[in-house]
């Protein structure tokens, strides 16, 4: 019996040198040592077998297949370091192939400025206020200190629908819907973003063009709160290292008046092309809401005051993407879009 | 307006440069657009002297000349055959610019170094009037008076600088030269030296005339209207100083009586006309014209006027369209012996329409449009007589001066402490009383409170704010300080709509959809084809024609963009546009239109190519794909029914868009027969109304859990007629499937061999699952032969094997 289970172990030794397959591997294993394996049948004769040998023959037996199972063991590993092998072997791209493209829309540059000044002032509690593209001249003009016949009508050509309706040419008339609606509620805190008109078409004009609008009117509002809150918005759109310089103006709707310059982004304030060497940068207008214009918004100028601001989304982008032409925002060429 | 530094240094001690006086100005509210230099192109051209004159060794043609330059004696080569020894002439220095932009350097012709070149005056851009004749066929000679070693534009008269100010429409007082020097010297704190008839209440003693009256018909249109008789007139050209003032200022000069006209003007702010004396026939009326009326104006034009025209007239005809042109009649000429000079208020708003619609404008109408000081309308005069005499032009004689309104002189008042509290700088009263003498303003005060007369030349200052700017921009803008509000804290945040907007932008973004901005102006016929001409809103003044509607939909905008790119060979377009649309109920608009917002897409050509994967062409169901996964984001339910408007869309791939049983919109493929008409083939598009889609999104999301009892899938493949819609077969099968039926998918739509023709072959998985326990195998083929059965019946459909 014994010399049975030896030619049985190695046998089955031999034989699993010469497999090189996993499942041929599992196979042999359930012949030899499953249920009704050659050498679990040896096994099961033990009881034929004197009460002095049987402890004998169950040690050959189980010496034997320990030795199978880490035999087994052994070459399984050795099959599986053997297969990787091979599969790594074969598996070999060509990792300088460009990778499968995700298709990914833009948003058009005047769209990203617009939501960037937008985050920038919703962060400082103000609220976004929209109004009508067409217009009343009420609303567009007169409302906003500009009675007809003012002779700074002239500074905007505008395009007519009728004598009293057209397209609105600055963000400002929002101004005075805003204040009718909130009134008299305080503060008065919001900006207007949206498409304004004027009757003009050149590389730093177009017809159809962009502004956002600010407001804010609540008891003793300052022109240096004006100030503070047109840096901050600076620092954040432009840089944190700019500082902003207020220069006197002229605006119907307010008094004081101000252009607001930024220190250039490019050169840092030293002078360069883009600030034609002047180290600043025109970016907005504005200043302190004229008292007329609170009185046509509701608001007694005697108890309150104001500031409101507007800047060109087009100009603000060309600055800040490097645009040198207005019309490229319109013409909405693919590969100008794409770059943002 | 042009501001000639030489002359403004007569008016106002000035100790700036051009440049820094530019900046001064324009940080104190006065902006500078352009600084230019006269004497540009003539930096380092000087006067020299012809030493010696030597045959150039190895040229024939060539002279070497040894020329003093004053500082130095250079030696300089030229071809120029006119030069004699002792000659002055203009040398261009080694590394001068010419007017004519040609650079001088140090060079070498055949061996012998020149060091500058010798000018002719076709080179320095000058006429016949410089240098000696001789100067005709090559170097400009000189009178031999001519300074050796001086700057040639010095010499010529051209060191002055102009500065060109960019005036808002509230300071038209800067259109005056005196009154710019009164703004440098509140800027500066310089003294200005101004013409005494600038100060307040000069008069002008003069007799009356006898034999003119001057009848202001139009008080309203004219405050005031003076008329100075003149003798003795002598005309001759104004002198050289005049000449330059004007060019400077960017005016011709004509004649002394017109340059001295044209001067005050520019000096004081009043535009003046002189009309030749004689050619007056009894009074002067100053009146709108009469119906048809005509009049020949100074360019020799016959202009037909409308009766809102106002005019200068004697008792037969007219003389002068007011403030814009007068009449070639009454003109002065060279034989003109006696003269009549208007001094005149006529209304800005008048002038401008007259002048806008004669197309006529002038240093004069300009400065009537924007208004100018009626005060000063006798003292400009006054100016007038003064050179008149100087000039030896002519002899003032008589003056008629009719005055029917003028503003009232203004108070107004300022308070230092609210004046502090508006700007947000702490203000000490004196510096506020610093401001008002820097502008030489008269005021009275009492305890921080002042109250201010407002010069007549300053119409702009009419309260209190306006006076706080006049302090802010004196004091320095830079003056204040940076604060912040310190009312009520408030909260920042985009309405529902607004974060719909943009959250509904980044998903057809991430779709890989590429977002762009027409104009939301088009072309009549294209908006009609799209949208509505019944409601689209014409412009008055379009830019162009093709811009001449406002928009009723976006699709024309978007094809529009499509075709330019494909056309520019940017072959694969797939964009979106979110924007207005603009919707006029009725002709011409009573009140302002509905202004509707609307998303559009287009697309056209095919993905993008890739070694590995096949390129996908934009079509029905690309578009489609994308609505459905805006949909599926928000929530909302959209379906798609056959299309209505089959003119504009391909009627076997197109749907129209229901969200709740509502029309909102369409998706299909452009109709083949207008494919030549927009210059793009197989384009598909959608476009829905914004409002609507708002309105029904999903606010909150609400969780499922996710269920614990396996799934059972089962495939069942058809047979149906081809123009089965799936999605009726799909909505079967959810309704005999009943709750266990968890979800239905399509995946394979099959036509061809072994499929009968208009026959198609549809696979769906169905997914069978229970929220509260295991299905069995036998139920789930239950009911699956049941839906079989169902749509068998429903479809004749037969089961695919």
């Known amino acids: 019996m014994k010399s049975e289970i030896l030619r049985i172990g190695e046998e089955t030794l031999q034989q699993l040198k010469e497999l090189d397959k996993q499942e041929a591997l599992q196979e042999l294993k359930v012949k030899v040592l499953g249920k009704k394996g050659s050498l679990t049948a040896l096994l099961r004769q033990m009881g034929s077998l004197s009460v002095e040998e049987r402890p004998i023959m169950g040690q050959v037996v189980n010496e034997m297949r320990s030795r199978l199972e880490q035999a087994w063991e052994e070459r399984s590993v050795e099959l599986e370091t053997l297969a990787l092998q091979k599969r790594l072997a074969t598996e070999r791209i060509d990792i300088t192939l460009p990778g499968t493209r995700v298709p990914r829309g833009h948003h058009h540059p005047l769209t990203q400025v617009v939501e960037e000044i937008e985050d920038i002032f919703l962060g400082m509690g103000f609220q976004i206020a929209e109004g009508p593209e067409i217009e009343s001249d009420y609303y567009n003009f007169e409302a906003l200190n500009l009675p007809k016949e003012h002779p700074a009508r002239e500074m905007q050509d505008s395009f007519y629908i009728t004598e009293e309706i057209l397209l609105r040419t600055q963000t400002s008339p929002v101004q005075i819907r805003t204040m009718e609606k909130l009134h008299p509620h305080l503060p008065v805190k919001v900006i207007a973003p949206g498409k304004v008109y004027r009757n003009d078409d050149d590389a730093t004009h177009s017809p159809m063009f962009h502004q956002v609008e600010g407001l804010v009117v609540d008891h003793g509002i300052r022109m240096s709160d004006l100030k503070g809150i047109l840096l901050n918005f600076s620092r954040q759109m432009f840089g944190e290292s700019r500082e902003i310089r207020l220069r006197p103006s002229f605006f119907p709707f307010t008094e004081p008046s101000a252009e607001v310059d930024v220190s250039c982004m490019l050169c840092g304030g030293a002078g360069c092309r883009l600030c034609k060497g002047t180290g600043w940068i025109e970016i907005l207008g504005s200043g302190m809401v004229h008292p007329k214009v609170l009185e046509m918004g509701g608001y007694n100028p005697k108890e309150v005051t104001g500031f409101a601001f507007g800047m060109g989304v087009e100009r603000i982008a060309m600055l800040k993407f490097g645009i040198e032409d207005m019309r490229l925002l319109f013409d909405n060429d693919l590969r100008f879009l794409q770059q943002f | ?801």
């Open chain 2, 1 to 801: 307006m042009k501001v000639s530094l030489e002359w403004l240094r007569e008016l106002v001690d000035l100790d700036q440069s051009a440049e820094d006086l530019a900046e001064t100005l324009t940080r104190g509210g006065i902006e500078v657009e352009d600084v230019e230099n006269l004497n540009k192109g003539f930096e380092k051209v000087v006067i020299g002297e012809i030493v010696s004159l030597i045959k150039h060794p190895d040229a024939d043609r060539l002279w070497v000349c040894t020329v003093n330059v004053g500082q130095e004696v250079v030696v300089i080569v030229t071809g120029a055959q006119n030069l004699l020894v002792g000659d002055r002439v203009p040398v261009a220095l080694v590394g001068s610019t010419l007017p004519n932009e040609l650079s001088i350097r140090k060079s070498k012709l055949r061996g012998v170094v020149s060091q500058g070149m010798l000018c002719s005056r076709e080179e320095l851009l000058l006429d016949v009037t410089v240098g000696l004749e001789r100067s005709a066929d090559g170097i400009l000679i000189l009178l031999p008076d001519a300074p050796v070693g001086e700057n040639f534009g010095k010499y010529l008269g051209r060191e002055d600088s102009v500065l060109d100010l960019e005036l808002y429409p509230n300071r038209p007082d800067c259109l005056a030269m005196v009154n710019v020097a009164r703004e440098v010297a509140s800027l500066t704190r310089k003294i200005p030296h101004l013409p005494k008839w600038t100060e307040q209440n000069q008069v002008l003693t003069l007799p009356t005339a006898a034999d003119l009256q001057i009848i202001i018909e139009e008080p309203e249109l004219c405050w005031r209207y003076a008329g100075l008789v003149v003798e003795d007139v002598h005309i001759a050209p104004s002198p050289e100083w005049m000449q330059r003032r004007l060019k400077a200022s960017g005016v011709r000069p004509i004649s002394n009586i017109v340059d001295i006209t044209n001067y005050c003007m520019l000096e004081m702010g009043q535009p003046l006309h002189a009309f030749d004396r004689d050619k007056i026939n009894g009074d002067i009326h100053v009146r709108a014209a009469y119906p048809g009326e005509k009049i020949v104006t100074l360019d020799g034009v016959e202009r037909t006027l409308q009766t809102d025209t106002l005019l200068i007239a004697d008792d037969a005809q007219p003389l002068a369209v007011a403030g814009v042109m007068g009449g070639l009649d009454s003109e002065v000429t060279k034989d003109t012996k006696r003269l009549m000079i208007e001094s005149a208020h006529f209304s800005g708003v008048s002038v401008r329409r007259t002048s806008r619609r004669l197309g006529l404008r002038s240093e004069a109408s300009n400065r009537f449009e924007k208004g100018i000081d009626a005060y000063g309308i006798v003292a400009t005069l006054g100016r007038v007589c003064d050179l008149l005499l100087d000039l030896g032009a002519g002899r003032p004689v008589a003056l008629v001066d009719v005055v029917k309104n003028l503003p009232p002189q203004r108070q107004v008042s300022l308070s230092a402490s609210h004046t502090s509290t508006v700007l947000g700088a702490e203000l000490e009263t004196a510096e506020i009383r610093q401001v008002l003498d820097d502008l030489n303003f008269a005021y009275t005060e009492q305890e921080g409170l002042f109250k201010v007369s407002i010069p007549t030349y300053r119409a702009d200052i009419e309260i209190e704010e306006d006076l706080m700017e006049e302090v802010a921009r004196l004091i320095g803008y830079d003056r204040i300080p940076t604060t912040l509000p310190q009312g009520d804290l408030t909260q920042g945040r985009r309405t529902p709509e607004q974060e719909f907007r943009r959250r509904l932008r980044k998903a057809l973004a991430q779709a890989g959809m590429d977002e762009v901005i027409t104009y939301t102006f088009t072309r009549a016929e294209a908006d009609a084809q799209w949208g509505s001409a019944k409601h689209s809103i014409p412009l008055l003044n379009p830019l162009r024609e093709e811009l001449g509607v406002m928009r009723t939909s976006l699709v024309p905008g978007l094809l529009d963009v499509s075709a330019r790119n494909v056309a520019r060979r940017n072959t694969d377009v797939s964009i979106f546009e979110i924007g207005n649309t603009y919707w006029g109920e009725e002709q011409p608009l009573q009140k302002l239109p509905r202004e509707e917002l609307r998303v559009a897409g287009v697309a056209v050509g095919k993905s993008g190519r890739h070694w590995l994967n096949q390129p996908v062409n934009y079509d029905f169901y690309y578009l489609k794909g994308i609505l459905e996964e805006v949909a599926l984001e928000f929530g909302l339910k959209l379906e798609y029914r056959l299309a209505e408007n089959q003119g504009l869309l391909h009627p076997g791939r197109s749907a129209d868009i229901y969200l709740q049983n509502q029309c909102i919109g369409f998706l299909g493929e452009m109709h083949p027969s207008l494919e030549k008409e927009w210059e793009l083939e197989r384009v598909v598009l959608f476009e829905l109304e914004f409002n609507p889609l708002f309105e029904r999104m999903r606010q909150t999301v609400r969780a499922h859990s996710i269920p614990r009892f396996p799934a059972i899938q089962r495939d069942i493949a058809i047979v149906v007629a081809s123009e089965t819609a799936a999605e009726a077969v799909m909505s079967k099968m959810r309704k005999l499937g009943g709750e266990l039926l968890q979800q239905v998918e399509i995946f394979d739509v099959y036509r061809g061999k072994p499929i009968p023709d208009d026959h198609k072959s549809l696979a769906f998985a169905l997914r069978y699952q229970s929220l509260e326990r295991t299905l069995t195998d036998e139920e789930v083929n239950l009911l699956n032969s049941r839906i079989l059965e169902g749509i068998q019946q429903e479809f004749g459909a037969e089961r695919r094997k």
